[in-house]
Nanobody, 117 residues
Framework: QVQPVESGGGLVQAGGSLRLSCSAPGILFSSKDMGWYRQAPGNQREFVAT???????NYRDSVKGRFTISRDNAKSTVYLQMNSLKPEDTAVYYC???????????WGQGTQVTVSS
């Protein structure tokens, strides 16, 4: 199975934290750039953060300083630590290999994050 499996979402108050996990054993994980993406109701899916195989990271401006992406190649897992959450962070969060995301393929089920004000 190539599709990743996301977990760790939930309901949290504004200012709270969540840690998302993404297991992707079906991908040649250590060689892949990985990313977290999100889709809010009525919106298109958008990039949140990416991490290269070597650990270089990139974030969308609205989450810089609040979110941290990391990876454990031995476990084929990528994480997203989300702090100081805001209601506008509410969305379904997905992870994927960046190359698959660009081709809009192999998406998993995602995990719902809801931030209440």
């Amino acid at each position: 199975q190539v599709q990743p499996v996301e977990s760790g979402g939930g309901l949290v108050q504004a200012g709270g934290s969540l840690r998302l996990s993404c297991s992707a054993p079906g991908i040649l994980f250590s060689s892949k750039d990985m990313g977290w993406y999100r889709q809010a109701p009525g919106n298109q899916r958008e990039f949140v953060a990416t991490i290269t195989g070597g650990g270089r990271t990139n974030y969308r401006d609205s989450v810089k300083g609040r979110f941290t992406i990391s990876r454990d190649n031995a476990k084929s897992t990528v994480y997203l630590q989300m702090n100081s959450l805001k209601p506008e962070d509410t969305a379904v969060y997905y992870c994927n290999a960046v190359s698959f995301a660009l081709r809009n393929t192999y998406w998993g089920q995602g995990t719902q994050v809801t931030v209440s004000s």
